[in-house]
């Protein structure tokens, strides 16, 4: 069947209505209006136009625009945060260079530089801080006071037990 003005109408309308319309609802509406068919040849229209199709299509449009216009304005952010963060930085080092008696604390113009560069790689993805990591990674004090024998002791009843064969208390 070929798709004519009234189909049409009846579509858009039911896509209007939104997600928690039925086609009943539809025909209700229609009848409302005073031009609606029977409940059946709805149904038949939906049937013949795939209008569940077009409405799943047409949503997951509507959801693929919405996370790309979401996208673009994070992107923009991103940016315009980033350049900020730079005239930050510029304005640092412009007071560290022009310090004056009166003029901003010395305090003042480092943090401006020193924020604005946390601010910019923030911006840009990158992390703020990079901390270094030196000496023993934490281990357990007491695991650390066990002897050779007792780990290996326990290294066997932990094998035993993943394997379904160990006793119910170590050694």
């Not at 673009?72 to 007071?95: F, P």
């Amino acid at each position: 069947m070929v798709e004519k003005t009234r189909h049409r109408e009846a579509f858009e309308l039911y896509w209007r209505m939104g997600g928690a319309c039925t086609l009943e609802q539809l025909h209700a509406e229609l009848e409302a209006d005073g031009r609606a068919p029977n409940l059946r040849t709805i149904y038949e229209w939906s049937r013949l136009h795939h209008w569940q199709h077009q409405i799943a299509a047409m949503e997951q449009e509507a959801k693929q625009a919405e996370h790309e216009a979401r996208i673009a304005a994070l992107k923009e952010m991103y940016e315009r945060q980033a350049k900020e963060a730079l005239l930050l930085q510029q304005k640092g080092a412009e007071w560290l260079a022009a310090m004056g008696a009166d003029d901003a604390t010395a305090d003042a113009a480092i943090r401006a530089v020193v924020e604005g560069a946390k601010l910019e790689r923030l911006a840009r993805g990158e992390p703020t801080d990079r901390q270094e990591v030196n000496g023993e990674i934490g281990i357990n004090a007491r695991l650390a006071g066990l002897s050779d024998e007792e780990l290996d002791r326990l290294l066997e009843y932990t094998e035993g037990a993943l394997d379904g064969e160990g006793q119910k208390e170590p050694r």
